[in-house]
DNA sequence: CACATGACAAGCTCTGACAG
DNA sequence: CTGTCAGAGCTTGTCATGTG
């Protein structure tokens, strides 16, 4: 770097007092210091910023031009140095989840996160696994909750929570009174599905290898309530995370179904960069997580 | 002409790099 | 770890010049 910020703040002073000794003094540094540093500024780039009439200083046309430059540079740095005074005090944080995850678990989190840390900004975005993953990688969020297994040589994916989906029906099906479930009556089945690149969507893919191409998809819907909703009217039966339908089977609103023909087991993951500094807000989020998952007899 | 102001010179302090 | 050196940036003192 050719120039230092104290000799961008002798020019935004000088620039603002027409005056380098008012300058100086308003940086607490002596006439003759503020106009060093001005003329190596200006002799580093073999430029002129003012017009010297006489002993006269003039903001000329270039200086005038980078004038809101550098303005903006100052700004920066002192928004700069706050947080790094702050760093040891912030807790603030952004996290990614998707759909099921951040509605039914990160929610559970984030409110025991506010208790702890009553001041911190935290923010939750929901997108899908590949979109939070993107957004990890790219240093946009912190910590991302995701369903589908990853492999990115940028990131650190860690298993989190132990997760099954679960094939319910609603009430009045006859498929509800079955002490369980074949291959051959889900071909038969109307399925409401997740849209296909979601991770639940992902999962169910896998599990149900073999039968895939014989599945009848009535319906594909981004929000797990609203198949959720479907399912209840009677338009065919669904697959979801259990987490999503814990409250509508207690409800018994709908009706989940035994399947021991197909494996739906799967994991939630968490990932952050590789390179990202775990600020004391993170590390308590990871720890929170964590604890969740094991007190949820899940991960440990 | 007195005063204000910018620029220059000399010397000091601090810091980082480097060698022993 | 310590001593040395170079460079950056500062202050003090001084000079030149514009202004009222």
Redesign the pocket.
Known sequence: MK??L??IE?FIA?AN????????EA??????????????LESQFDIKL?D??????QLNDFGRLIRKQAETLIDQAKSLELSLQQNQLSADLNIGATLSIGNYLAIHILSEFKGKFPTAKAALSVGNTTKITEQVANFELDVGLIEGEVSHPDLNIRPWMDDELVVFCDPKSELSTLSYVSDQQLSKAKWILREAGSGTRQAFDNAMQGVLHELNIELELQHTEAIKRAVESGMGIGCLSKVTLNDAFKRSSLIALKTPQRDFKRKFYIITHKDKYLSPGIRNWLELCFEYAELHNTYS
């Open positions: 120039y230092s104290k000799q002798v000088t007092f027409q005056n380098i000794t008012l300058a100086a940086l607490n540094m002596s006439q003759s210091a503020a106009s060093e540093s001005l003329k190596n003012f010297r009439a006489g002993k006269r200083l």
